[in-house]
Antibody
Framework: QVQLQQSGPGLVKPSQTLSLTCAIS??????????WIWIRQSPSSGLEWLGR?????????DYALSVKSRITINPDTSKNQFSLQLISVTPQDTAVYYC??????????????WGRGTLVTVSS | SYVLTQPPSMSVAPGKTARITCGGN??????VHWYQQKPGQAPVLVIY???DRPSGIPERFSGSNSGNTATLTISRVEAGDEADYYC???????????FGGGTKLTVL
């Protein structure tokens, strides 16, 4: 059974950097049939896919256009985890942030295991 | 960008059948996945690849997808099925994930 344990602060000041980590058990961040995802959810935007990292002989990342200039998702193979960094946050980045595992099937994929979510509030 | 449209809410009596739709341009050519989310909890995958059920999901949950509409069907609805339901696809043109806006299912 895959488990994803999220950690990181729940309060970030405007213009600062949001940083979250997702520790994986029951799978490997380097598994070449999985991808590792960050998704956020807010009342105004619903569920919003932010991006992913995955290993296919090399490491790859994909980011949503809405955050592409501000986001970094990195794997950490030594700790079997992956991280999210979102710079220059504003109150509009206030949301519950989830990490998840994506099962990739050719051009498609679905999310079969999720972290419990972290409410991140952007406020001074 | 690709858009998935769901009814914001629907209600159904216990024991009846709920059909939640997810509309999108030629969505029948894509694989649609469905998630259930209860208050304060993370989403749970209930249907993948249009009609497959993950282990542990009751047979009462089924899915179909054709033309411009995908449908999640919940038979013999129970009080515990009350939740928000979201559909999801990969948009190959943008190579991005797209979620529907969600449907709040109320069990009367």
């Amino acid at each position: 059974q895959v488990q994803l344990q999220q950690s990181g602060p729940g309060l970030v000041k405007p213009s600062q950097t949001l940083s979250l980590t997702c520790a994986i058990s029951g799978d490997s961040v380097s598994n070449n049939s999985s991808a590792w995802i960050w998704i956020r959810q807010s009342p105004s935007s619903g569920l919003e896919w932010l991006g992913r990292t995955y290993y296919r002989s090399n490491w790859f990342t994909d980011y949503a256009l809405s955050v592409k200039s501000r986001i970094t998702i990195n794997p950490d193979t030594s700790k079997n985890q992956f991280s999210l960094q979102l710079i220059s946050v504003t109150p509009q980045d206030t949301a519950v942030y989830y990490c998840a595992r994506e099962v990739t099937t050719g051009w498609d994929g679905y999310f079969d295991f999720w972290g419990r979510g972290t409410l991140v509030t952007v406020s001074s | 960008s690709y858009v998935l449209t769901q009814p914001p809410s629907m209600s159904v009596a216990p024991g009846k059948t709920a059909r939640i739709t997810c509309g999108g341009n030629d969505v029948g050519s894509k694989s649609v996945h469905w998630y259930q989310q209860k208050p304060g909890q993370a989403p749970v995958l209930v249907i993948y690849d249009d009609s497959d059920r993950p282990s542990g999901i009751p047979e009462r949950f089924s899915g179909s997808n054709s033309g411009n509409t995908a449908t999640l069907t919940i038979s013999r609805v129970e009080a515990g099925d009350e939740a928000d339901y979201y559909c999801q696809v990969w948009d190959r043109i943008s190579d991005h994930v797209v979620f529907g806006g969600g449907t709040k299912l109320t069990v009367l």
